[in-house]
């Protein structure tokens, strides 16, 4: 199996992307840690992971708690030595709408999840990152994060940010270690997020979470340059 005996992180694991990349990495033989807000939701990933042989252990927290992430580094770290991968999959859509219209306090939960939970992960388990022989970090961006779209400002600003954050890591420890960074932009998924945005579109006409957990894992298993933009058609 392409990633027996390594440890993964994945966030934002109790749907769509997130859930479906855990599951295809645990059946690739990865230990698969999952965080998300809904106990419930993630029992039934890892019921899942468990019915097909692999292993997972289940992280229920808000992302946006600021000591919440500090307590699951400090967690994971007393368990295992190092993290060979991690999946920056969380993230919230917000209101669609124009950039003169954005609502303050939703923009701030906005970019609350989206950049700054996402360094304080980073920053977390940055020690346990370095200690590992292969470490990938792979960050779920957008199309909007690269290419402005109207009315999509508060989304797309909160993911080029990232794009920025992950890329800025990624130079800085690329003479320090084996760490990898890369963005991944999965596309035109089936999703809840994206049936929130798009309610008029029909889910069959997308494609489904599992084709992008295919491409992550073909990412993550290839020799690919940190700093690389991968898209997933």
């Given at each position: 199996m392409k990633f027996e005996g390594q440890v993964a992180l994945v966030t934002g694991a109790s749907r769509g992307i997130g859930a479906a990349t855990a599951?295809?990495?645990?059946k690739e033989g990865a230990h698969v840690v999952i965080t998300g807000r809904t106990a419930k939701d993630l029992e039934a990933v890892e019921e899942t992971i468990h019915a097909a042989g692999g292993s997972a252990t289940?992280?229920?927290?808000?992302?946006?708690?600021?000591?919440?992430?500090g307590r699951l580094a400090a967690a994971i770290g007393e368990r295992w030595k190092s993290l060979d991968i991690l999946i920056l999959n969380a993230a919230m859509l917000g209101s669609l709408g124009p950039v003169t219209?954005?609502?303050g306090k939703e923009f701030n939960q906005v970019l609350t999840l989206n950049l700054i939970a996402q360094q304080a992960?980073?920053?977390g388990f940055d020690p346990m990152l370095r200690k590992s022989d292969n470490a990938r970090l792979l960050a779920i961006s957008s199309s909007v994060g690269r290419k402005p779209r109207a009315f999509w400002g508060a989304y797309g600003a909160s993911k080029a940010a990232l794009e920025t954050l992950v890329l800025s890591y990624g130079e800085e420890m690329r003479n320090?270690?084996?760490?990898r960074t890369a963005i991944i932009d999965p596309g035109r998924t089936r999703t809840k997020m994206r049936a929130h945005a798009y309610p008029g579109e029909d889910p069959a006409s997308v494609k489904p979470p599992e084709s992008v957990a295919d491409g992550l894992l073909?990412?993550?298993a290839s020799d690919f340059e940190t700093g690389e933009f991968f898209q997933i058609s």
């Open positions: 599951i295809a990495l645990a289940i992280a229920p927290l808000d992302l946006t708690d600021g000591d919440s992430i219209a954005i609502d992960l980073i920053a320090l270690g084996k760490l073909e990412i993550l």
